[in-house]
């Protein structure tokens, strides 16, 4: 193996830069409670917020045929949307190529993310783009549909094989992140998730629920599971992707 003077292998210069990277990365994630008081700009503010979840924007046009073409068949055509989490817009190009006479409001938490996907969607109609960490501000019983693909979950957590998903994620801001889509939905409305580190079944808001399109094994991304305690269920993969909010 290649040897430097102090004796340390190239090997070992890559662990060791991996290790301290994790470090890094547990230290900020842990300290976003403090860094959320403090007085920061708002352009810098929303990359500390407890509520991000996500941090990479990896997105492509029409990445969930199998998810839309459902989408399409169930819901009225002139429907409202929401695409939690947008990144830069393709998400919600390809709903509008779906259901054409949709209206589809997208929002991100990163402002650069929502600047790329105002410029992207420029030319549709009825398309509005807002920065949001939640759906807090969304009206009740607004949505004939909320969709949050690739949005409750951290990449870390799979590249890392973590067994626990704190700092990273956190299971109690899923549920709230849930409890938010739940009343934004109208009764009858679609819930569509799919690639999150934790499982829908698992929340309050579940009971309001019925689960009526299930994912093929071929359609899930890799990422990890973790229970309500934020520790990994081993080997799990959770196939559930489109509830109904029940009308009661
Ligand atoms: C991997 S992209 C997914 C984009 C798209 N939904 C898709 O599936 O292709 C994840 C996006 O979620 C956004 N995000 C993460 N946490 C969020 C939050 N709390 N509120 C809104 N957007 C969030 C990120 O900024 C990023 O743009």
Same mark, same amino acid.
């Given at each position: 193996?290649?040897?430097?003077?102090?004796? =340390? @292998?190239? @090997?070992?210069?890559?662990?060791?830069?991996?290790?301290?990277?994790?470090? /890094?990365?547990?230290?900020?994630?842990?300290?976003? +409670?403090? #860094?959320?008081? &403090? +007085?920061?700009?708002?352009?810098?503010?929303?990359?500390?917020?407890?509520?991000?979840?996500?941090?990479?924007?990896?997105?492509?046009?029409?990445? /969930?045929?199998?998810?839309?073409?459902?989408?399409?068949?169930?819901?009225?055509?002139?429907?409202?949307?929401?695409?939690?989490?947008?990144?830069?817009?393709?998400?919600?190009?390809?709903?509008?190529? /779906?259901?054409?006479?949709?209206?589809?409001?997208?929002?991100?938490?990163?402002?650069?993310?929502?600047?790329?996907?105002?410029?992207?969607?420029?030319?549709?109609?009825?398309?509005?783009?807002?920065?949001?960490?939640?759906?807090?501000?969304?009206?009740?019983?607004?949505?004939?549909?909320?969709?949050? &693909?690739?949005?409750?979950?951290? @990449? =870390?957590?799979?590249?890392?094989?973590?067994?626990?998903?704190? +700092?990273?994620?956190?299971?109690?801001?899923?549920?709230?992140?849930?409890?938010?889509?739940?009343?934004?939905?109208?009764?009858?409305?679609?819930?569509?998730? &799919?690639?999150?580190?934790?499982?829908?079944?698992?929340?309050?808001?579940?009971?309001?629920?019925?689960?009526? #399109?299930?994912?093929?094994?071929?359609?899930?991304?890799?990422?990890?599971? /973790?229970?309500?305690?934020?520790?990994?269920?081993?080997?799990?993969?959770?196939?559930?992707?489109?509830?109904?909010?029940?009308?009661?």
């Amino acid at each position: 193996m290649l040897r430097t003077n102090q004796g =340390y @292998g190239a @090997g070992d210069i890559a662990l060791k830069i991996v290790q301290l990277r994790r470090l /890094y990365l547990i230290v900020l994630f842990r300290a976003r +409670p403090l #860094f959320e008081r &403090l +007085p920061l700009p708002h352009w810098l503010k929303w990359r500390f917020s407890r509520k991000r979840f996500q941090p990479f924007n990896y997105t492509l046009n029409d990445r /969930y045929p199998w998810l839309f073409t459902y989408a399409r068949d169930h819901l009225p055509p002139d429907s409202r949307l929401l695409s939690f989490g947008c990144s830069t817009g393709e998400e919600i190009v390809s709903l509008k190529r /779906y259901l054409p006479t949709a209206t589809v409001r997208g929002i991100d938490v990163d402002p650069r993310n929502t600047k790329k996907a105002h410029l992207h969607t420029s030319s549709l109609h009825q398309v509005e783009i807002a920065h949001a960490k939640d759906a807090s501000a969304e009206p009740a019983n607004s949505y004939d549909a909320v969709f949050c &693909l690739a949005v409750l979950c951290n @990449g =870390y957590l799979t590249a890392n094989k973590c067994r626990v998903s704190e +700092p990273f994620c956190q299971f109690s801001e899923f549920e709230l992140a849930i409890a938010d889509f739940t009343r934004c939905l109208k009764p009858g409305g679609l819930l569509f998730l &799919l690639t999150t580190n934790f499982r829908f079944c698992d929340t309050a808001s579940a009971k309001e629920f019925d689960t009526v #399109f299930a994912a093929q094994e071929s359609n899930l991304a890799p990422d990890l599971i /973790y229970d309500a305690n934020n520790k990994l269920i081993e080997g799990e993969r959770y196939l559930d992707a489109v509830f109904r909010k029940r009308v009661t």
